[in-house]
């Protein structure tokens, strides 16, 4: 493929999507990460795209909502690993929420496996992938459909919300930053996941790291109120996403990464399960949410005792 062709098809592609990763940038012309890398300079430099943390979006700083088609497409084989590894952290009998996305949808596929779960989700998509599991009960909640996600929204969903209490929210966005937390493109979208937020104990974010130091803007769950990220291994290359896992860290969000990687004609190289990184709280965590019932375990505990998983490997992440 020429460079013009090639370049116009990373530009359709960005368009499309609104930010896509220069791994699945190669995937899908069939070529290194190094020459799509040199091809998003030049676009940058025409001023038809901006280089964002290992990967192209729109021009104009804050990137725009995908629909769902385009989304499911994206960082595949990271959302894969992310939801295998956020799966881990899930164990018999609880209730948690479940938000609307594509990285929790694929999550919710591994939870139909659980038995005794209960799960609270606004995601038609999250639902549908939990419809047969005999052992989990699903519980939706109101609202009106928005269909570029398959998303209950509104005053409905949020009211339906109101006095619920379960030990953890899973939750995706469109951005992650430290100095933010998550936020996502969509108003009706970012204030039910608000209430989400409120009805967990625990909050766990799912983030490829194509979504590492984005900023949409409206505001889901500030960092302090973070406490868990599960995220994939930045590739060498992205500084900018590994500063923003070291500044997460810093404000003690626990960082647990699961390794996944393309090769640029498209082959899966295996995830490399278990690779998990955890920075343990040193202490209360800032802005929890009151009420957490003395049954309900912290995310440190829980990662050591969940069955069937190794032990997660702690490292620091905190620049030596």
Same mark, same amino acid.
């Given at each position: 493929?020429? %460079?013009?062709e090639?370049?116009?098809?990373?530009?359709?592609?960005?368009?499309a $999507?609104?930010?896509?990763?220069?791994?699945?940038?190669?995937r899908?012309?069939?070529t290194?990460? /190094?020459?799509?890398?040199?091809d998003?300079?030049?676009?940058?430099a025409?001023?038809?795209?901006?280089?964002?943390?290992?990967?192209? !979006?729109l021009?104009?700083?804050?990137?725009?909502?995908?629909?769902?088609?385009?989304?499911?497409h994206?960082?595949t084989a990271e959302?894969?690993?992310?939801?295998?590894?956020?799966? &881990?952290? !899930?164990?018999?009998?609880?209730?948690?929420?479940v938000?609307?996305?594509?990285?929790?949808?694929?999550?919710?596929?591994?939870?139909?496996? /659980?038995?005794?779960?209960?799960?609270?989700t $606004?995601?038609?998509?999250? %639902?549908?992938?939990?419809a047969?599991? $005999?052992?989990v009960?699903?519980?939706?909640?109101g609202?009106?459909? =928005?269909?570029? $996600?398959?998303?209950?929204?509104?005053?409905?969903?949020?009211? &339906?919300? #109101?006095?619920?209490?379960v030990?953890?929210?899973?939750?995706?966005? &469109?951005?992650?930053?430290?100095e933010?937390?998550?936020?996502?493109?969509n108003?009706?979208?970012?204030s039910?996941?608000?209430?989400?937020?409120?009805?967990?104990?625990?909050?766990?974010?799912?983030?490829?790291?194509?979504k590492?130091g984005t900023?949409?803007m409206?505001q889901? !769950?500030? *960092?302090?109120?973070? *406490?868990?990220l599960?995220t994939?291994?930045p590739?060498?290359?992205?500084?900018?996403a590994?500063?923003?896992?070291?500044?997460?860290?810093? #404000?003690g969000?626990?960082?647990?990464?699961?390794?996944?990687?393309?090769?640029p004609?498209?082959?899966?190289?295996?995830?490399?399960? #278990?690779? +998990?990184?955890?920075?343990?709280?040193?202490?209360?965590?800032?802005?929890? !949410?009151?009420g957490a019932?003395p049954?309900l +375990?912290?995310?440190? %505990?829980?990662?050591?005792?969940?069955?069937?998983?190794?032990?997660?490997?702690v490292?620091?992440?905190?620049? =030596?």
């Open positions: 493929m020429f %460079a013009a090639r370049r116009q098809l990373i530009l359709e592609m960005v368009r $999507n609104g930010a896509v990763s220069l791994r699945e940038l190669a899908v012309v069939q290194s990460e /190094v020459t799509v890398r040199r998003v300079r030049a676009l940058e025409e001023g038809l795209l901006d280089r964002r943390h290992g990967g192209a !979006v021009p104009g700083g804050f990137t725009r909502e995908s629909g769902f088609p385009q989304k499911s994206l960082a959302k894969t690993a992310i939801a295998d590894l956020a799966a &881990s952290f !899930v164990e018999e009998g609880e209730a948690i929420v938000g609307a996305g594509t990285t929790t949808q694929e999550l919710a596929r591994r939870l139909a496996r /659980v038995p005794g779960l209960t799960v609270v $606004n995601s038609l998509l999250v %639902a549908q992938a939990l047969h599991a $005999n052992r009960e699903v519980v939706m909640t609202g009106t459909l =928005r269909g570029s $996600n398959y998303a209950l929204v509104g005053s409905g969903a949020e009211q &339906s919300l #109101q006095g619920l209490r030990s953890r929210a899973f939750l995706s966005g &469109s951005g992650l930053t430290a933010r937390g998550l936020s996502t493109s108003m009706l979208s970012a039910v996941d608000r209430a989400l937020v409120q009805a967990a104990s625990e909050v766990v974010v799912l983030a490829d790291h194509t590492l900023d949409t409206f889901t !769950v500030p *960092t302090d109120l973070i *406490t868990r599960v994939d291994e590739p060498g290359h992205d500084d900018r590994a500063t923003e896992l070291q500044a997460l860290a810093d #404000q969000v626990q960082i647990a990464v699961a390794g996944a990687s393309e090769q004609g498209g082959d899966q190289v295996p995830v490399r399960r #278990q690779q +998990r990184r955890d920075v343990p709280l040193p202490g209360p965590r800032r802005g929890q !949410v009151p019932g049954g +375990r912290s995310a440190t %505990a829980l990662g050591e005792q969940t069955p069937g998983t190794e032990r997660a490997r490292a620091d992440l905190r620049r =030596r």
